[in-house]
T-cell receptor, first 109, second 115 residues
Framework: TQLLEQSPQFLSIQEGENLTVYCNSS?????LQWYRQEPGEGPVLLVT?????EVKKLKRLTFQFGDARKDSSLHITAAQPGDTGLYLC?????????FGAGTRLTVKP | DAGITQSPRHKVTETGTPVTLRCHQT?????MYWYRQDPGHGLRLIHY???????DKGEVSDGYSVSRSKTEDFLLTLESATSSQTSVYFC??????????????FGPGTRLTVL
């Protein structure tokens, strides 16, 4: 069982559409991170959320940390083909970092 | 960009042979990690290091060992490779243990195939 459950696992949409992906857990975290990974490369950090209820915006990407600090969402407005990639959430668990299995997003032109 | 390199980038080996993957960083980061990435599982932690000669097991450590004799190098060894260890392996580093600076920087990955 994954510590962090991400949904959906796959998402294919047309350019210009909006989408939301989710990261859920039964555990409480002091912080949670979102990474994006492109084919053939390592993940790259997008954002870290720390406070329950926190909302952070990165251009067309909006990240929210749940009030109870157990879950998070990533909303993309007007998706573009350049947003295509694997989106991973991650959180510290004791001394190590745990990742969700990811949401693989494809944005078609 | 944290200046992380991994070698080799691709390797094909046979079951039962030993394999060593190398991670090299130029940022003087204290923490280093080895992950494997498989479809449907995301990134799973194999081993990590919190300083020279200080290492600990991660979620999927069976069949793997690590060594860190210098700050900049973290080696992952498969003593006797098995087909279940076919995967893409990522090294990562992190500079400081506090919630503001806990970003991990990843290397480009090593694709290992065990026949």
């Amino acid at each position: 069982t994954q510590l962090l459950e991400q949904s959906p696992q796959f998402l294919s949409i047309q350019e210009g559409e909006n989408l939301t992906v989710y990261c859920n857990s039964s555990s409480v975290f002091s912080s949670l991170q979102w990474y994006r990974q492109e084919p053939g490369e390592g993940p790259v950090l997008l954002v870290t959320v720390v406070t329950g209820g926190e909302v952070k915006k990165l251009k067309r990407l909006t990240f929210q940390f749940g009030d109870a600090r157990k879950d998070s969402s990533l909303h993309i407005t007007a998706a573009q083909p350049g947003d295509t990639g694997l989106y991973l959430c991650a959180a510290h668990n004791n001394n190590d970092m745990r990742f969700g299995a990811g949401t693989r997003l494809t944005v078609k032109p | 960009d944290a200046g992380i390199t991994q070698s080799p980038r691709h390797k094909v080996t046979e079951t039962g042979t030993p394999v060593t993957l190398r991670c090299h960083q130029t940022e003087n980061h204290r923490y280093m990690y080895w992950y494997r990435q498989d479809p449907g599982h995301g990134l799973r932690l194999i081993h990590y290091s919190y300083g020279v000669k200080d290492t600990d097991k991660g979620e999927v450590s069976d069949g793997y060992s690590v060594s860190r004799s210098k700050t900049e190098d973290f080696l992952l060894t498969l003593e006797s490779a098995t087909s279940s260890q076919t995967s893409v392996y990522f090294c990562a580093t992190r500079g400081r243990w506090d919630q503001t600076y806990n970003e991990q920087f990843f290397g480009p990955g090593t694709r290992l195939t065990v026949l």
